[in-house]
């Protein structure tokens, strides 16, 4: 066995241990079968409403190319924080911010949504009233919102939510349209906003860095939450019909592909007891089946269930517990990232967690048991990695992107895993690897996208803007349209001339 190999186990507690790690290890036959079943499942949420995942048409049909201009609020709901943001987009790849932060209490969290309405509007109010911003009296602010949980767009600016993750649960939110939502606490207070365009955290990683380092085929997060946006064929959107867009029909449309709820119906990914624990004790069992196994929300409580485990089966700590090892999720995911960071041989970083964030007795702690915690963290974190390498692979299957040419593939990642958790990108890279070649593994840039939530959310913003212009100027070109075609039907040669002038 690998990470125990420096131990003085006894053979038993080895044989104990190994058959843990085997069910965490994923070999590259089943990396195959699970890059399969993401294209699978990819083309039915494309073609079918009410899948998983469920493949949501974003109505966001162009990526910013860095000549972006203009000043939007921006609006950041997704974890602990609310961000409101003053974002201008300056062109040349540049952009100026102001911002400040609110801090959104557990109660808001699983309160009622009018409540947390109500709490966002007052935080919008409370910004602008801080912040300067030049709009004469009957200019209107256009507001982004990066709304970081799945909902079912119809429109750049509308969407019902779908289900609430990680850990937001507020009551009578779940099928009402979001941006309505907002817009009416927004009106109520009368703040002169406009809710132009609706943000998964995702779109806003993907246009954050399309704008500031061009051609990007992924937006992903690997952090608190899982998911990847990328821009698809509108051939390939089968549920979408044409009347549902409103406008000229675009070539493609950015897709957010909500990839957390991938294998929800367990086919591919091998669960073990300790995911199923953690699954059955979470606030939405059975959904965001591969997110459950990828994310911060969710990995430090996996390793928890394994230490228990073996706590209860006296193979650490000597079966002692602490008070932070039964609650649930009191190991938190940025232990482990801590007490990976730690290259000493004696652990010393995993000591002081155990003793001083964990409650344990120091003289309690062996050097075995430094062991144990250690490789816990990395049997755990490995799947991770490798599992969301296998998200990345679907998307350059999917896209083709990396065919007939030798560029590169530019991926754009956000998220406090990708950021910071040491050799996770190292972990993806290996299962990508596998999956799409050396060749186009080493020619995958992964980058870290400039604040795609704030910046994002203003690029979603101005795109919204652009489509409510071409939606008044439509009417007028097909106007245009209809008289040339007449002049031609009725002065051939001379008619073509009078299109050519009408539609420039
Ligand atoms: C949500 C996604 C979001 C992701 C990353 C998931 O839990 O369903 O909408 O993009 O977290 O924040």
Same mark, same amino acid.
């Given at each position: 066995?690998?990470?125990?190999?420096?131990?003085?186990?006894?053979?038993?507690?080895? !044989?104990?241990?190994?058959?843990? !790690?085997?069910?965490?290890?994923?070999?590259?036959?089943?990396?195959?079968?699970?890059?399969?079943?993401?294209?699978?499942?990819?083309?039915?949420?494309?073609?079918?409403?009410?899948?998983?995942?469920?493949?949501?048409?974003?109505?966001?049909?162009?990526?910013?190319?860095?000549?972006?201009?203009?000043?939007?609020?921006?609006?950041?709901?997704?974890?602990?924080?609310?961000?409101?943001?003053?974002?201008?987009?300056?062109?040349?790849?540049?952009?100026?911010?102001?911002?400040?932060?609110?801090?959104?209490?557990?109660?808001?969290? %699983?309160?009622?949504?009018?409540?947390?309405?109500?709490?966002?509007?007052?935080?919008?109010?409370?910004?602008?009233?801080?912040?300067?911003?030049?709009?004469?009296?009957?200019?209107?602010?256009?507001?982004?919102?990066?709304?970081?949980?799945?909902?079912?767009?119809?429109?750049?600016?509308?969407?019902?939510?779908?289900?609430?993750?990680?850990?937001?649960?507020?009551?009578?939110?779940?099928?009402?349209?979001?941006?309505?939502?907002?817009?009416?606490? *927004?009106?109520?207070?009368?703040?002169?906003?406009?809710?132009?365009?609706?943000?998964?955290?995702?779109?806003?990683?993907?246009? /954050?860095?399309?704008?500031?380092?061009?051609?990007?085929?992924?937006?992903?997060?690997?952090?608190?939450?899982?998911?990847?946006?990328?821009?698809?064929?509108?051939?390939?959107?089968?549920?979408?019909?044409?009347?549902?867009?409103?406008?000229?029909?675009?070539?493609?449309?950015?897709?957010?592909?909500?990839?957390?709820?991938?294998?929800?119906?367990?086919?591919?990914?091998?669960?073990?007891?300790?995911?199923?624990?953690?699954?059955?004790?979470?606030?939405?069992?059975?959904?965001?089946?591969?997110?459950?196994?990828?994310?911060?929300?969710? *990995?430090?409580?996996?390793?928890?269930? @394994?230490?228990?485990?073996?706590?209860?089966?006296?193979?650490?700590?000597?079966?002692?517990?602490?008070?932070?090892?039964?609650?649930?999720?009191?190991?938190?995911?940025?232990?482990?990232?801590?007490?990976?960071?730690?290259? /000493?041989?004696?652990?010393?970083?995993?000591?002081?967690?155990? %003793?001083?964030?964990?409650?344990?007795?120091?003289?309690?702690?062996?050097?075995?048991? @430094?062991?144990?915690?250690?490789?816990?963290?990395?049997?755990?974190?490995?799947?991770?990695?490798?599992?969301?390498?296998?998200?990345?692979?679907?998307?350059?299957?999917?896209?083709?992107?990396?065919?007939?040419?030798?560029?590169?593939?530019?991926?754009?990642?956000?998220? /406090?895993?990708?950021?910071?958790?040491?050799?996770?990108?190292?972990?993806?890279?290996?299962?990508?690897?596998?999956?799409?070649?050396?060749?186009? !593994?080493?020619?995958?840039?992964?980058?870290?996208?400039?604040?795609? /939530?704030? @910046?994002?959310?203003?690029?979603?913003?101005?795109?919204?803007?652009?489509?409510?212009?071409?939606?008044?100027?439509?009417?007028?070109?097909?106007?245009? *349209?209809?008289?040339?075609?007449?002049?031609?039907?009725?002065?051939?040669?001379?008619?073509?001339?009078?299109?050519?002038?009408?539609?420039?």
């Amino acid at each position: 066995m690998s990470y125990l190999a420096d131990t003085s186990l006894n053979p038993a507690a080895l !044989e104990f241990l190994e058959r843990i !790690e085997r069910q965490f290890h994923l070999d590259d036959e089943q990396l195959q079968t699970i890059l399969a079943q993401f294209l699978k499942e990819f083309e039915l949420g494309l073609s079918k409403y009410g899948e998983s995942p469920a493949m949501v048409p974003t109505f966001v049909t162009h990526l910013p190319d860095g000549t972006e201009r203009g000043t939007f609020l921006a609006l950041d709901l997704g974890g602990t924080n609310l961000r409101v943001c003053q974002v201008t987009l300056l062109g040349n790849r540049q952009v100026e911010m102001n911002q400040s932060k609110y801090r959104v209490s557990e109660a808001l969290k %699983t309160g009622e949504a009018e409540d947390l309405f109500n709490y966002i509007a007052d935080s919008v109010d409370h910004f602008l009233t801080t912040a300067d911003i030049p709009l004469t009296e009957d200019e209107q602010l256009y507001l982004g919102l990066t709304f970081s949980f799945p909902v079912e767009q119809t429109a750049i600016n509308k969407g019902k939510l779908l289900t609430w993750t990680k850990g937001f649960a507020a009551t009578h939110a779940i099928g009402n349209d979001v941006m309505q939502m907002l817009q009416d606490a *927004l009106d109520r207070r009368h703040v002169h906003v406009k809710c132009a365009a609706l943000i998964n955290d995702t779109v806003g990683c993907l246009m /954050s860095r399309a704008y500031f380092s061009g051609g990007c085929i992924l937006g992903a997060i690997f952090g608190t939450g899982t998911n990847g946006a990328y821009v698809e064929d509108m051939k390939a959107v089968k549920k979408l019909s044409t009347d549902a867009i409103d406008g000229p029909l675009p070539d493609k449309m950015v897709i957010n592909t909500e990839w957390g709820a991938f294998d929800n119906a367990r086919k591919v990914i091998p669960r073990t007891i300790f995911d199923n624990k953690l699954d059955r004790e979470s606030i939405n069992p059975r959904f965001q089946a591969y997110e459950k196994c990828i994310s911060g929300m969710y *990995l430090g409580e996996i390793v928890r269930n @394994i230490l228990l485990y073996l706590i209860d089966n006296s193979i650490l700590f000597g079966g002692n517990s602490s008070k932070q090892f039964n609650t649930h999720y009191g190991f938190d995911t940025e232990l482990m990232s801590n007490i990976e960071n730690d290259q /000493s041989d004696e652990g010393v970083t995993c000591r002081a967690i155990l %003793t001083q964030k964990m409650g344990m007795d120091d003289k309690l702690v062996s050097p075995n048991d @430094i062991a144990i915690v250690r490789w816990g963290c990395k049997i755990v974190a490995t799947r991770a990695a490798k599992l969301s390498g296998c998200a990345v692979a679907a998307i350059i299957n999917q896209t083709h992107c990396a065919e007939g040419h030798e560029d590169f593939v530019d991926v754009g990642v956000d998220g /406090s895993l990708i950021q910071f958790y040491p050799g996770f990108e190292d972990g993806l890279r290996s299962s990508l690897r596998l999956l799409v070649g050396e060749n186009v !593994e080493k020619r995958t840039r992964i980058g870290l996208a400039k604040d795609g /939530s704030g @910046i994002g959310a203003a690029l979603g913003a101005l795109a919204s803007l652009h489509q409510e212009r071409e939606r008044q100027v439509q009417p007028v070109l097909q106007a245009g *349209l209809d008289t040339a075609k007449a002049s031609r039907e009725a002065a051939e040669g001379v008619g073509k001339a009078a299109l050519a002038d009408s539609i420039a």
